[in-house]
């Protein structure tokens, strides 16, 4: 281990510029970069889209030996390896989806020195004869991509990663890299000791995603704001739509189908075979909406997803962070937009009791849902918040979000808090939202007429708002934690011992107001970074994306593995004339020039 030299610095700068078609680094690649050459450890957090792959990719090219890559995913890899072939980069992956002899011929060309970047999975990783591969092989690093996949409180939990210590006792003198873009401090310690990282150098990027507009919205049905929002924003993009459950997912995709908006499935309780198809249309074709659980996003790579919406609350902020930031890899404007309900925070707290973890694992999850809940009902700055979860500040509001755009109103609300806590009280502490809101508007409903609650002091009190207001308001005292839904129950609300201070009207409370979104208030996505094509570029720019799609078909590939829809952009803006001029497109390596180059330019000579 040492310092790294200028020439070997150098050598990682080329690759950048000849093989991969960037011209300087960005956030913390150099360093990172050598840290790995010095054969020094590292953890690196950065957000998606920000360059995590090139950290380890780079330093494996110019090393002596093989960069072995642990990747949670099949497909994945398969997506990294096609990209990198196509860069004419040395790579190739071990998995089951290989016949005995192509993984022969892997194995051999790894042993023969033929490699620059090997991608295996943890579980492959694990097994004795790919340890005893290994040991035959000389080796440059090891990277493993996804390392929140170590922690036991995370969303994505693998328990193969808790095992993958052992590179660091087969194998002392190489370079080990964790890179993850989803870690709070938890997280981040987590990681350290279980990969046996207390040595490493520690780079920790900025979670920002400027490009992303965060919405967080609980008025009306789902359904119709999603369709609102899409029509509104999306009308032909690709995007993802996360749901709580197999059949809200299914019940989605048909919903969108009859819409005419072309949506995909994706959940546990599909054929893999569907899966897989499924994802790979999601990959190669565009306009596409992949309704989805949380098994799908992993890993994927698209980086034109425009949009990510959940119909449901999520688990966590480091779940919602994850998945969200599938959205705009590219660095182009994105939306993440989410609706939620009082039924979605009754059910993750249900399934968290009934759950065989360790009570301190349920206290730890449960604080962890309350905090995203916060990020849902707060009326300030939502990135802020979103940010100071992960322990970074940010100094003045994004101007990005749904809060910041169109600041909610608030109001002392005091009397309308006593009222709701009044009339769960009154009821029994028993009856779910739905009954607490027809008592507090004084509706004439059988049950509230057999139970003789239409005599309550508080029965029709709350006539003043509307149902959908009431709602609104105790979705907003339960996430202050002054109501408690409880699943064993029913659902029934009853008040936490925080509910006597406003009972008594020791303190006051301020809640936001409902404000109905109307078409002026759009929560377009905006970003600084120019997005938009002169009118006369237009039809050149839909000609570039056709020759790479019907490139792309050819070799049974996503189009963006040819080229990103930033360097058909840029071509479209700049219209390079000949190959040297294709030096100045971002995204145009070598090999790529070699391939492609002339297949554009005759594109673009058409319209010059």
Excluded at 453 to 464: E, N, T
Aim: hydrophobic content about 40%; charged content about 25%.
């Amino acid at each position: 281990m040492g310092k790294v030299s200028s020439a070997t610095m150098q050598s990682a700068q080329q690759l950048l510029c000849d093989v991969f078609g960037y011209a300087d680094f960005r956030l913390h690649q150099r360093d990172v970069i050598a840290c790995l050459l010095a054969g020094q450890d590292a953890l690196c957090l950065m957000p998606t889209g920000g360059g995590k792959s090139l950290c380890y990719q780079i330093p494996a090219m110019v090393m002596d030996g093989v960069g072995v890559i642990i990747s949670p995913l099949i497909a994945l890899m398969q997506d990294q390896v096609s990209a990198l072939k196509q860069l004419g980069v040395r790579a190739d992956f071990l998995n089951s989806s290989q016949t005995q002899d192509q993984q022969d011929q892997v194995k051999h060309a790894l042993l023969q020195g033929q490699l620059d970047l090997l991608y295996v999975s943890p579980e492959r990783l694990m097994t004795g004869a790919m340890l005893d591969l290994l040991g035959r092989t000389n080796l440059a690093l090891f990277a493993i991509d996804e390392a929140h996949c170590v922690s036991q409180w995370g969303h994505d939990f693998r328990k193969e990663y808790q095992q993958l210590s052992v590179l660091h006792q087969r194998f002392p003198d190489t370079p080990r890299l964790a890179v993850t873009a989803t870690a709070d401090a938890r997280t981040r310690t987590e990681i350290i000791t279980e990969l046996d990282l207390h040595n490493a150098r520690r780079f920790i990027a900025s979670f920002d995603r400027p490009n992303i507009r965060y919405a967080i919205t609980d008025e009306g049905s789902g359904r119709e704001q999603l369709w609102n929002f899409l029509q509104t924003e999306h009308a032909t993009d690709s995007g993802i739509v996360y749901c709580l459950s197999r059949n809200k997912v299914e019940d989605i995709t048909r919903w969108l189908s009859q819409k005419g908006r072309v949506a995909l499935p994706y959940h546990a309780g599909l054929d893999a075979k569907i899966r897989q198809h499924n994802q790979s249309r999601f990959l190669r074709d565009e306009g596409i909406i992949m309704v989805a659980t949380i098994a799908f996003g992993m890993g994927v790579d698209k980086p034109d997803v425009r949009f990510v919406a959940h119909l449901n609350l999520p688990k966590s902020i480091e779940s919602y962070y994850q998945e969200t930031g599938r959205a705009g890899r590219d660095g182009e404007a994105a939306n993440a937009w989410m609706h939620y309900g009082i039924n979605d925070v009754v059910m993750q707290r249900k399934w968290l009791e009934q759950s065989d973890a360790a009570e301190h694992h349920k206290q730890v999850q449960c604080q962890k849902l309350d905090a995203l809940l916060g990020l849902c009902e707060m009326t300030t700055c939502r990135r802020q918040s979103l940010l100071g979860y992960f322990d970074e500040a940010l100094r003045e509001p994004c101007g990005n979000c749904d809060n910041c755009l169109h600041p909610p109103k608030t109001f002392e609300a005091t009397h309308q808090a006593q009222l709701a806590l009044s009339a769960i009280y009154r009821t029994g502490q028993r009856f779910g939202a739905v009954y607490i809101t027809e008592v507090l508007t004084g509706k004439q409903d059988q049950r509230i007429l057999a139970n003789g609650h239409d005599h309550l002091q508080v029965f029709g009190m709350g006539k003043d708002h509307t149902a959908l207001q009431w709602r609104s308001i105790l979705r907003q005292l339960i996430a202050r934690n002054l109501i408690v839904a409880d699943p064993e129950r029913h659902n029934g609300l009853r008040l936490d011992t925080s509910a006597r201070p406003v009972l008594r009207g020791e303190i006051q409370i301020f809640l936001r107001t409902l404000k109905k979104p109307s078409r002026k208030n759009s929560t377009k996505a905006t970003t600084s970074i120019p997005v938009d094509l002169a009118p006369g570029d237009e039809a050149l720019w839909n000609a570039l994306k056709a020759k790479r799609l019907e490139l792309a078909k050819a070799q049974s590939i996503p189009p963006y593995i040819i080229f990103h829809d930033k360097t058909l952009r840029q071509m479209a803006s700049d219209k390079p004339l000949c190959a040297d001029d294709l030096d100045s497109i971002t995204g145009i390596g070598q090999s790529k020039r070699e391939r492609y180059g002339q297949v554009f330019l005759d594109v673009i000579a058409r319209f010059v």
